[in-house]
Nanobody
């Protein structure tokens, strides 16, 4: 059974840091693009970063320079390091795996990714 499991979410003060992990089981992430998405209460889910199968990474402007995504294919895990967190970063964070050709065609949108984790909560508050 294909599974993605996110972990690392927590309550952190503004300016703090967290590292999220996305561990895959039942399939190999090698060859897949892995996206990071988040959904705040009352808002639509948004894609914030994508680690492509060639290890290049895309970030949306709101997290560029603060977040760093990476992958360790040997551990079948993708990471999202988040620094200088802001209250507006508060959301449920998801990782998702997508077929490379589909993601490249559709972009960082939910419909491009077929396998999803259950999410991990990040709350930024003093």
């Amino acid at each position: 059974q294909r599974r993605l499991v996110e972990s690392g979410g927590d309550l952190v003060q503004p300016g703090g840091s967290l590292r999220l992990s996305c561990a895959a089981s039942g399939f190999s992430l090698d060859g897949y693009d892995v996206g990071w998405f988040r959904q705040a209460p009352g808002q639509e889910r948004e894609g914030i970063s994508c680690v492509y199968d060639d290890r290049t990474v895309y970030y949306v402007p709101s997290v560029q320079g603060r977040f760093t995504a990476s992958r360790d294919n040997a551990k079948n895990t993708v990471y999202l390091e988040m620094h200088n967190l802001r209250p507006e970063d508060t959301a449920l964070y998801y990782c998702a795996a997508g077929n490379h050709e589909v993601v490249r065609e559709i972009g960082l949108r939910s419909e491009a990714f077929g396998s999803w984790g259950q999410g991990t909560q990040v709350t930024v508050s003093s």
